[in-house]
């Protein structure tokens, strides 16, 4: 099962502030171009925690060893607590050194030593490699993350990295050599990065766990361990001398005795992420015109470790330091200490190192040139002027990250700024023509409300009127089911309708089938399927003979008919007026042809049938 990544993201926490992404000296963290979410490359990354400390909704964790160092202290085996000398810096809270070395013991160790000794044993190998200069310059390898850094972004330099372990890995085997090989060892201290250094060694350099200074307050809390309820317990030995000085970044050059003399002394010491990149850069450019060692540590020294509480105060933990280092000088036994150098003289603390290049070919100029108009900083590609506020120092740095997948054009705020103007004036843009629909709907939806009133209202009339024509109205579907008809069709087909109207009413539904005669319905289906009228056909419908037209409605979807009773009075009268209006329409010609024969006559006939139709359509005039 593979090693959990010594640094998390939790997306649901995730804001996409990017701060970690800006403030990642290696340029470990990937932004997703589509989800927007960064994630840490574990391979790129060197563990120096600047991402865990910028990060302000808490969205990135550390690897814990919480759970880890509870299964060890319930092994049964006894187990050593290695402790950084930050600890006088961080537990400020702890009244005296002595409650604090017994809280540990409380939770389980058989043994509280201080790294101090092992940082007295580097010191001593450091003061000769220092002053046995053999015309190559060095640079600490105390700590973790500077050494990651140059083993996987500056390979060609790590034959000037000091060949000598961590006082962490040197206490190790000093406890070892003093306590027995098969003792586990916990290292407590400020840093991140050594959870993964601790991983490199075996044997009597093995670190079998490495809590933080916070995880070490998470088990105080759980096993409720507070120095009010504890005795005082002194470090178990060996103690160290000067090595209490390590947490500040020059301490190890004070517990070595190499000079700092700015005139005479041989060694340039910086601290904090800009100036460790800086120095590895001109170490690797100058160091010939330089002619120093470096001492580097990536954080403001191990007092600002990203193990460390929240919020500490540099100056304060520097002072607690270095009170601390003075009141155990004051009644040091530096014979017995000496004794301990001694006993530990033979200890290998030798060390190598592995390259790990993660350094990223360099795109075309061409490429990043595009990409660089994309986010339009054309003219930038020999510029090394940038605002930074990406995280990169340049513009072009920035476009290569992009090119690299590395980063996204968001990140650029001058870019992201411009877009984000653009966006809201077409934001702007679009809710004016939006204020502009919705008025224009508005209108729409009350013209439509009037336009379904009027119809609504036009609907009754023309239904009150088809109620109350005389002659009856029928309207059907393709299958032949009625739609709608008036009351003169129910009383023309009769009983049957009658009845059914009762309990539906207007026969909505109902199939003119079993209500009309084959021959009758039959004029239905064929309007119904040749889309032509039927007009003014006769038809016997039991005693009655009806007047029938039928006519498409909706192709082939409807067809209306209009059924009149032809012994009714006035239908009697409308037909002989039709009819005879058809006579003398159909006559009239041919009583022209004749007119020579019958002179008169003809004339007197045309009147007479004019009279016959007036009197019909006027009864009252005799």
């Not at 993350?145 to 206490?171: D, Q, R, W």
């Not at 986010?375 to 513009?395: F, K, L, P, T, V």
Request: glycine content about 6%; overall charge negative.
């Amino acid at each position: 099962m593979p090693l959990e990544s010594l640094l998390q993201i939790s997306h649901p926490a995730c804001v996409k502030c990017y701060s970690c992404v800006r403030i990642c000296p290696v340029k470990a963290i990937r932004v997703d171009v589509g989800s927007g979410l960064p994630d840490i490359i574990p391979e790129r990354c060197i563990g120096c925690g600047s991402c865990y400390k910028a990060c302000s909704p808490n969205a990135i964790s550390y690897r814990s060893s919480v759970e880890e160092t509870k299964l060890i202290l319930s092994s049964g085996e006894k187990v050593a607590a290695i402790c950084d000398p930050t600890i006088s810096g961080e537990f400020h809270d702890i009244t005296d050194y002595r409650k604090f070395v017994e809280m540990i013991k409380k939770l389980g160790f058989a043994y509280v030593s201080e790294v101090s000794f092992g940082v007295d044993l580097v010191a001593a190998r450091y003061n000769e490699l220092f002053n046995n200069f053999r015309g190559k310059f060095h640079i600490t390898a105390n700590c973790p993350a500077v050494v990651s850094f140059i083993e996987k972004y500056h390979p060609e330099l790590i034959g000037n990295l000091a060949p000598i372990v961590s006082p962490m890995v040197a206490t190790a085997k000093v406890i070892r050599q003093k306590y027995g090989a098969d003792v586990k060892i916990i290292f407590i201290g400020p840093c991140i990065a050594a959870k993964d250094e601790a991983l490199r060694y075996d044997g009597d350099a093995k670190v079998d766990s490495v809590l933080t200074f916070v995880e070490l307050r998470q088990l105080f809390i759980e096993f409720n361990i507070r120095e009010s309820q504890v005795e005082f317990s002194e470090f178990d030995p060996p103690l160290g001398y000067k090595g209490s000085l390590y947490p500040i970044s020059n301490g190890i050059l004070q517990a070595a005795g190499v000079s700092e003399d700015l005139l005479t002394g041989c060694v340039i010491t910086t601290e904090g992420r800009n100036n460790m990149l800086d120095a590895v850069k001109e170490f690797d450019t100058r160091v010939e015109l330089i002619k120093r060692n470096f001492n580097i540590f990536y954080d403001e020294g191990c007092l600002m470790g990203p193990g460390t509480s929240q919020g500490g105060e540099k100056f304060l933990r520097m002072t607690l330091v270095t009170d601390y280092a003075n009141k155990r000088l004051l009644t040091f036994d530096k014979e017995t200490w000496q004794q301990e150098v001694a006993t530990s003289a033979d200890l290998d603390l030798a060390r190598d190192f592995a390259a790990d290049d993660q350094r990223l070919p360099v795109p075309e100029d061409d490429k990043i040139e595009d990409v660089l108009k994309m986010i339009h900083r054309e003219g930038q590609m020999h510029n090394d002027i940038g605002c930074e506020a990406c995280g990169y120092s340049n513009c072009r740095d920035l476009a290569i990250a992009i090119s690299q997948g590395l980063a996204t054009t968001e990140m650029c705020h001058i870019f992201s700024g411009q877009n984000r103007q653009e966006y809201i004036h077409t934001l702007r843009t679009a809710n004016e023509t939006l204020a502009k629909t919705k008025v224009a709907l508005k209108e729409s939806e009350e013209k439509a409300k009037h336009e379904q009133e009027a119809q609504k209202e036009s609907s009754e009339i023309i239904s009150i009127m088809l109620q109350n024509l005389l002659s009856g109205v029928v309207i059907v579907d393709e299958d032949l089911k009625i739609y709608q008809s008036n009351k003169a069709f129910i009383r023309i087909v009769g009983e049957e309708a009658a009845l059914i109207d009762e309990v539906i009413p207007g026969l909505v539904g109902a199939d003119l089938k079993t209500l009309l005669p084959v021959h009758f319905y039959k004029m239905f289906s064929y309007v119904l399927s040749s889309d032509e009228p039927i007009e003014n056909k006769d038809v016997q419908y039991e005693d009655n003979k009806l007047g029938v037209s039928v006519f498409p409605i909706r192709s082939h979807k409807y067809v209306g008919g209009i059924l009149r009773d032809m012994y009714t009075p006035e239908v009697r009268k409308e037909q002989i007026i039709t009819r005879l209006t058809e006579v003398v329409d159909e006559n009239f010609d041919m009583v022209q042809k004749i007119a020579y024969l019958l002179g008169e006559g003809a004339s007197k006939t045309e009147q007479m049938l004019n009279s016959i139709i007036n009197t019909y359509k006027n009864p009252a005039k005799k």
